[in-house]
Structures are given as C-alpha cells and as structure tokens.
C-alpha cells in the first residue's frame, strides 16, 4: 500500500533530519575528544606514584581537590602555583613543624606527620603540579591570577601599592617583612626585613621575584637537607611596572633599630 503524498514527505523529513542530528552529534564527540586530550597534561610515571601517595595516606579524609573531598583543610588543587613546590616540600616533610613556626598557637588541630620519604614527596609534589595545570575552569574560585589570553591583566599606575602586592601573593607564607603595614613571619624564605643591607639591587630582585630559577644556586637559600627552596614564579602573575615597583620597595626595607 502506497503511502500518502503528506506522509512520504514527512518519512523524508524524519530521515533526514535524524541523519543531521547523528552527525552533529558525533562531530561534537569528536571535537570534544580531541579538546580534551589537548588541553590535558601528560600523566608521567612520577604523576601516577604520586596519585597513589595521596590516595594511600587517605588525604582527601581532610583535604578537597578539584572540589571533591572533605573541608577540614585547604583546597589542594592549585596549591603548587599558590604556595611553590619548596614551600609544600617542607610541609609534607614535617607539617606540624611549619605550621608551629608559621603560625604559632592559630591552629589547635594541625596535620599530622605522615613520614613521608623523599621519593613519596617528590611523586605527591608532581601529581599535585599535574593537577594544577588542568583545565579546571576557574575552580576553586578565586584562583584565576591570568587573563584569557594568559598574561597578566594590566593594572593602572598606583592601583596596587607594594604592600598590596605582597599581600595579595601571599609572601608572608615563607618570608618574614616586618616594616610600617606589614608584619609577618614566614619560616621557609629568608627574612625581607633588612634587604637593603644585602646590596642586590632592584635589578636582581626583579629577576629573583619574576624567574627564581634563573638565579644561580650560590645565591639562593638552601632549605632541608640542604636542597634548594625554589619560590614560585611571579613573571606571569605581575606587569612590568609591579614587578619593579615591588623589587623597589623590597630593596629599600632597612630594619629599624
């Protein structure tokens, strides 16, 4: 039996149109694999022992990582860009050794010594590197420091004084400055406090803040056993202007007597 005119022409539609849809939607697979698989670091033999590491010591019984754990303590999913590898290093080596020293007497409950070994740490510190280059769009909120086309986003002259600065990149995490507006204690750095004494100039400082690793290891701090505590790059985080402005003002710290 012979379909109608209205209803062949209608078959024709649904054939059709079915044909459209399954093609758009197997270019969309496609096209998101190939995004994905681009956008995603490689998993090196390092990143995958250190996955195990933080699964085998249970810290997501404490810790979030790309929003997915408990919340009795910090987010760890950008922790590598926020704090540097030698400051995690020296947590993950004795934490509540440099919670006491950096915060005396603030945290009654503080993380417990997990007797990690070097390899352990080395591993735990390039899987949560892997993890902070991944495309997390913008989580945790807040830790977006680049614009979209990945410098840093120009602020006006005068906008963000030093001291700003200093406390919007967290320095006092690991340097102790004590001068008028600031006074912290950080235990992992050298003290800031008297750096005009030391006579590097703005010119190293610049470097020193904008690219630490291009700074020889005979003039930079040595930390646990001796290795050195690379602080993180800031070249990307900072203008021109701010980075000078802030080597400035660092270089002129003179401790009052």
Request: glycine share 8%; net charge positive.
């Amino acid at each position: 039996m012979e379909l109608p005119k209205d209803a062949k022409r209608a078959k024709g539609w649904l054939i059709w149109t079915s044909v459209v849809m399954i093609a758009i939607f197997l270019g969309l697979t496609f096209q998101s694999y190939f995004y994905v698989v681009k956008k995603e670091p490689k998993v090196t033999d390092a990143v995958a022992a250190g996955n195990r590491v933080f699964h085998d010591n249970n810290c997501m019984d404490c810790h979030t990582i790309l929003g997915d754990g408990a919340y009795y303590a910090a987010d760890l999913t950008k922790v590598i860009s926020k704090r540097g590898q030698g400051f995690v290093r020296a947590v993950l080596k004795d934490p509540p050794k440099i919670t006491r020293d950096l915060w005396p007497g603030k945290y009654k409950r503080v993380m417990p010594n997990l007797h990690l070994t070097n390899q352990n740490i080395n591993d735990l510190i390039a899987f949560l590197t892997w993890i902070g280059e991944l495309d997390t769009n913008g989580w945790p909120p807040g830790s977006k420091v680049l614009s979209s086309k990945g410098k840093a986003k120009p602020v006006r002259e005068g906008t963000i004084s030093p001291i700003s600065l200093i406390k919007k990149l967290n320095c006092g995490t690991c340097h102790t400055i004590k001068t008028e507006g600031l006074n912290t204690v950080g235990a992992i750095g050298p003290d800031l406090s008297n750096e005009s004494a030391r006579n590097r100039g703005v010119d190293w400082l610049v470097k020193q803040i904008g690219n630490p690793a291009a700074i020889p290891d005979s003039e930079v701090a040595k930390g646990y056993e001796g290795k050195r505590m690379l602080m993180p790059a800031f070249k990307n985080q900072l203008t021109a202007d701010q980075l000078k402005s802030l080597a400035t003002f660092i270089n002129n710290l003179k401790e009052e007597k």
